[in-house]
């Protein structure tokens, strides 16, 4: 299993845990850095 897939796993598993305010803020971040991410390419 590569490290970083492991990383992605724990990391959304803390996402899971914390309350769904903090949920929804970190998938705007993602999407918002994913978007930056492909617009730069």
Request: aromatic content about 12%; glycine content about 8%.
């Amino acid at each position: 299993m590569q490290p970083w897939k492991t990383a992605g796993m724990l990391i959304s598993r803390e996402i899971l845990q914390v309350s769904p305010c903090a949920r929804a803020g970190a998938i705007n971040v993602f999407f918002i850095m994913a978007g930056i991410f492909m617009y730069d390419r």
